[in-house]
């Protein structure tokens, strides 16, 4: 039973537009969810991070958006560049017990 | 500098024969993780500890063991008992929810493979 599910194994986007990676939960005692970025053969770095109480947060050009109530949610990008293909890991989290769910992973190509 | 060292980078074994691969902390943090990525299956959580002489399993515990005798350290043991112990696996801390943030730190790394 997979919690976190990132159903799109592959994105490529050209350089400059936006980079949309999505991410399904179903537990909705999730509280904190997070987005990692993974080169191979190297550990995650982290991106970008969001409570449940907000629906949006922003960084940079990373943005994150999550809708609760359709246990989703979304890692934006812009504009992206091609240092930023790689493959992004959503996580989510129940602080009551320390346990990180992560998802399967998305590989994202930007193209030059 | 603060992070997390995984040690070696790169690790071959011979079927049968049991390994420990090393994670060391210095940022402080309370909780620490081990997870297994396998191609196309994300990160998948092997054990997690929250405080010193305390682990729990996470979802692929079968073959693994764990000790946490210091707050900076978490070393993994993959036995003989893992039966497809070929993988990449890494180590993780954070600091416990409430304390700061939820971020979670991770290693280099370390490839495992046996044969």
């Known amino acids: 039973d997979q919690q976190v599910k990132q159903n799109s194994p592959s994105l490529s986007v050209q350089e400059g537009r936006i980079s949309i990676l999505n991410c399904d939960y179903t537990n909705s005692m999730f509280d904190y969810f997070l987005w990692y970025k993974k080169y191979p053969a190297e550990g995650p770095t982290f991106l970008i991070s969001i409570s449940s109480i907000k629906d949006k947060n922003e960084d940079g050009r990373f943005t994150v958006f999550l809708n609760k109530s359709a246990k989703h949610l979304s890692l934006h990008i812009v504009p992206s560049q091609p240092g930023d293909s790689a493959v992004y890991f959503c996580?989510?989290?129940?602080?009551?017990?320390?346990?990180?769910?992560f998802g399967t992973g998305t590989r994202l190509k930007v193209l030059a | 500098d603060g992070g997390i060292t995984q040690s070696p980078k790169y690790l071959f074994r011979k079927e049968g024969q049991n390994v420990t691969l090393s994670c060391e902390q210095n940022l402080n943090h309370d909780a620490m993780y081990w997870y297994r990525q396998d191609p196309g299956q994300g990160l998948r959580l092997i054990y997690y500890?929250?405080?010193?002489?305390?682990?729990q399993k996470g979802d692929i515990a079968e073959g693994y063991s764990v000790s946490r005798e210091k707050k900076e350290s978490f070393p993994l043991t993959v036995t003989s008992a893992q039966k497809n112990p070929t993988a990449f696996y890494l180590c993780?801390?954070?600091?416990?929810?409430?304390?700061?943030?939820?971020?979670?730190?991770f290693g280099p790394g370390t490839r495992l493979t046996v044969t």
């Open positions: 996580a989510a989290m129940n602080s009551g017990t320390y346990k990180y769910i």
């Open positions: 500890s929250q405080i010193v002489n305390d682990f």
């Open positions: 993780a801390s954070s600091f416990l929810p409430g304390q700061r943030n939820y971020e979670q730190y």
